[in-house]
């Protein structure tokens, strides 16, 4: 009488190991692409950010003529049509900006922060914004130009 051999354990044992590898490979290649993509995404809005600065800087000597037009319309054309027509496209502007998520910032007022301000003057009496000589624009956190301020006492009314 023959006897029957018993298949061995140890190639079940391997081929368990072997798929629990495999299975352990595929799990870190799945946690590798899923860092890549959340890379790549972080990557392209970083990018896209920096293109609408790009884009914005070089716009910024019209939007700033333009705030100039719109603040010094003579009074006697501040009911006039066409003054009207300038000052909405300014407003239309500010609010193109705000949808690109472009903060225009710098108010008389604020406290002097040396990363979102460029001093130009400093009447040694203060350190808040006094004036407002233009604007500053970010987007993000990144500054895309300081606002150019003069630093001093803020007047007040009754000064």
Known sequence: MTAEKKPKKAPVN???AAMEELKSDLQRVQADF???????????????QAAKGSVVEQLLPLF????????HIPVELSEN????????????????????????YGRIG??????????IDHDGA??????????GYRIGERVIRPAMVKVGRV?????
């Open 110 to 119: 604020d406290e002097f922060d040396p990363n979102l301000h460029e001093a």
């Open 64 to 71: 700033d003529n333009l705030d100039r037009a719109i603040a």
């Open 34 to 48: 899923i860092n890549f993509r959340r890379r790549i995404e972080g990557e392209r809005g970083e990018l896209l």
């Open 155 to 159: 007047k007040k009314e009754d000064d």
């Open 14 to 16: 391997q081929a368990d």
């Open 81 to 104: 049509a066409w003054a009207e027509g300038v000052a909405q496209v300014g407003r239309q502007v500010g609010e193109a900006l705000g949808e690109l998520g472009i903060v225009v």
């Open 126 to 135: 203060g350190h808040h914004v006094s004036e407002i000589v233009s604007k």
